[in-house]
């Protein structure tokens, strides 16, 4: 079992930064890919990025490569999302994502309960 706590969200301007922290509970950190997925109001979740378990890959949403950097420290037990130059339509809950020895855009094992991330216009 891995439980995820997810923290850093807040209200931004748009154009302005943000990072994202994801801590993990459990030993086993490392065995698990891990990323980050938002939804906005009225839409369905969508992936964001992700990373493996080593952090040798990294994979992003169209939507936001370039202005997104995922990372993770596995002594720390952390993931992160850098999120920098930030739209108004980046704003959403973004959930933090596990799956253990496979990566979370083709599923997820674990989720976050979510940090609200507001971008204003």
């Known amino acids: 079992q891995v439980r995820l706590v997810e923290s850093g969200g807040g209200l931004v301007q748009a154009g302005g930064s943000l990072r994202l922290s994801c801590a993990a509970s459990g030993r086993t950190f490392s065995s698990y890919g891990m990323g980050w997925f938002r939804q906005a109001p009225g839409k369905e979740r969508e992936f964001v990025a992700a990373?493996?378990?080593?952090?040798?890959?990294?994979y992003y949403a169209d939507s936001v490569k370039g202005r997104f950097t995922v990372s993770r420290d596995n002594a720390k037990n952390t993931v992160y999302l850098q999120m920098n130059a930030l739209k108004p339509e980046d704003t959403a809950v973004y959930y933090c994502?596990?799956?253990?020895?496979?990566?979370?855009?083709?599923?997820?094992?674990?989720w976050g309960q979510g940090t609200q991330v507001t971008v204003s216009s």
């Open positions: 990373i493996s378990w080593s952090g040798g890959s990294t």
């Open positions: 994502a596990a799956r253990l020895k496979g990566t979370v855009e083709v599923g997820v094992d674990y």
